[in-house]
């Protein structure tokens, strides 16, 4: 077993490495991959509406598709890289990425779900009885690349509503889902920097500017026979160590953490 993990460990390098120089920049990355349109995995984005005080509009028209709100950060390129990504690393008949709503009835099939912009989400009162359920009916949820006191207030808030009283942890060092493929140890809990928080430096080395008061946090929820339920990356972003994973400016070191956090939160969601 652990000479599987080496080997692991050892693609995982060498993953990052090809993604961030054998396609360079990401806005040159061409059409999409394509993926098994099934599979026992698919990566399912959460589609959201925002907050009316903090809506913003994206569009892709690159990329054939227009659409609006938060949730939309960092797609496709890092559900695309990730997904990659799983079915280099793990033996996981992974399908195409999904994106959906929480009304939609088929989010029950899928094991695992990622919402970025938590802080931002203004999920209604049936969206959030669906959440709950969803969780307690075995579901995993991953929050990702929120920051601050307002947003963490928000999150909490809607957290609170699906699943009332039930209080949020920080993940210990010795829980299942730090080790459950790959071993993520304290000194792995750092800042994964947005794109935003990059510079170059004089010798053309990339420096990372973690913004004042951002130290990141790495929380969960657990349901009642103690199995987690959502993992949460708060003041850090893993989606953008994804979906930079091909370009040359986004340290390697934090693409191949971010994926170890990845891989290890889809593993503990289908074997917990």
Do not use: C
């Not at 400016?249 to 934090?254: R, T, V």
């Amino acid at each position: 077993m652990r000479g599987r993990v080496l080997i692991a460990v050892l693609v995982l390098a060498s993953l990052a490495a090809a993604q961030r120089f054998g396609r360079g920049a990401r806005e040159d990355s061409g059409p999409r991959p394509e993926f098994p349109k099934t599979g026992e995995f698919h990566f399912v984005r959460l589609e959201y509406n925002d907050l009316p005080q903090f809506h913003r509009r994206f569009g892709f028209a690159s990329r054939g598709a227009t659409g609006q709100g938060w949730w939309m950060v960092d797609w496709p390129e890092a559900d695309d890289h990730f997904t990659t990504g799983i079915q280099r690393l793990t033996r996981i008949a992974t399908g195409e990425p999904h994106h959906m709503s929480l009304m939609d009835d088929s989010i029950y099939d899928h094991p695992w779900i990622y919402v970025t912009q938590a802080g931002w989400w203004g999920l209604s009162d049936m969206e959030v009885k669906r959440l709950g359920e969803y969780l307690l009916r075995g579901g995993f949820l991953v929050t990702d690349d929120f920051w601050g006191a307002e947003q963490w207030e928000i999150f909490e808030t809607t957290m609170n509503r699906a699943l009332p009283k039930r209080p949020i942890y920080d993940i210990a060092a010795k829980d299942a889902v730090m080790h459950v493929l790959y071993d993520i140890e304290d000194k792995d809990r750092t800042f994964i920097p947005g794109t935003r928080h990059l510079r170059m430096g004089a010798n053309g080395r990339t420096v990372v500017q973690q913004p004042p008061g951002s130290d990141p946090v790495w929380r969960a929820m657990y349901d009642d026979k103690n199995r987690m339920i959502v993992a949460i990356n708060f003041n850090t972003d893993v989606g953008d160590a994804w979906e930079y994973a091909d370009a040359p400016e986004y340290p390697a070191e934090m693409t191949t953490l971010a994926y170890k956090y990845g891989v290890n939160y889809i593993i503990y969601a289908m074997t917990h």
